[in-house]
């Protein structure tokens, strides 16, 4: 199995400041094809998951431009260029490249 | 409008068997990718089942035998059917899709408690 290490666990930011959330696989994310299925995943509580960034650097449909992704290989990293209130929550990082799919441990960010 | 909607979830013993229902509209579970992933109460999240490419599945190995994905095209419904619960069962199950190699719509999610 794909082992996802997310680093760091949980994190305390000030509202407006940066935060950076990293992901690391076991092995390479890159399939056959080229392709590498490494996604991102915020939960708030009390609600399930939503997509926010998939392939790396892609930000879904409706995600706001202060999520970004970046990494390849297998170091990965998702970054919040100024945080909001609303970005509270868990993270999760995700690999679709083989079964089983694997998720990261999730990450929490709080506000300082 | 696009969304799925599980049903189906409630207390169950130990041992006992349980059907999951996820109903889809605004799109056809026909032709995409569907899935089942779990969230035990305070933990992250594991992937349980996948459906796809039509009548392909896979299982994660701690519910392979136990549990069975599958889908009605008449009614867009996908199903999970769960046999032999025990404890380590005992989660909120999401029904998702899977776009981009990646799960880009959740349902609510239908509690499954396990207990005696």
């Not at chain 1, 000030?14 to 990293?22: D, K, N, R, W, Y």
Request: charged share 15%.
């Amino acid at each position: 199995d794909i082992v996802m290490t997310q680093t760091p666990l949980s994190s305390a930011v000030t509202l407006g400041q940066p935060a950076s959330i990293s992901c690391r696989s076991s092995e390479s994310l890159v399939n056959s094809g080229g392709n590498t299925f490494l996604s991102w995943l915020h939960q708030r509580p009390g609600q399930p998951p939503r997509l926010l960034i998939h392939k790396i650097s892609n930000r879904f449909s409706g995600v706001p431009d202060r999520f970004s992704g970046g990494g390849a290989g297998t170091d990965f990293t998702l970054k919040i260029s100024r945080v909001e209130a609303e970005d509270v929550g868990v993270y999760y990082c995700m690999q679709a490249k083989q079964f089983p799919i694997t998720f990261g441990q999730g990450t929490r960010l709080e506000i300082k | 409008e696009v969304e799925l909607v599980e049903s189906g979830g409630g207390l169950i013993q130990p041992g006992g068997s349980l059907s999951l229902s996820c109903a889809a509209s605004g799109f056809s579970i026909t032709s995409s990718y569907m899935a089942w992933v779990r969230q035990a109460p305070g933990k992250g999240l594991e992937w349980v089942s996948s459906l796809y490419s039509g009548d392909y599945t896979s299982y994660a190995d701690s519910v392979k035998g136990r549990f069975t994905i599958s889908r009605d095209d008449s009614t867009n419904t996908l199903f999970l059917q769960i046999n032999n619960v025990g404890a380590g069962d005992m989660a909120m199950y999401y029904c998702v899709r899977g776009l981009y190699g990646a799960f880009d719509l959740w349902g609510q999610g239908t509690l499954v408690p396990v207990s005696s």
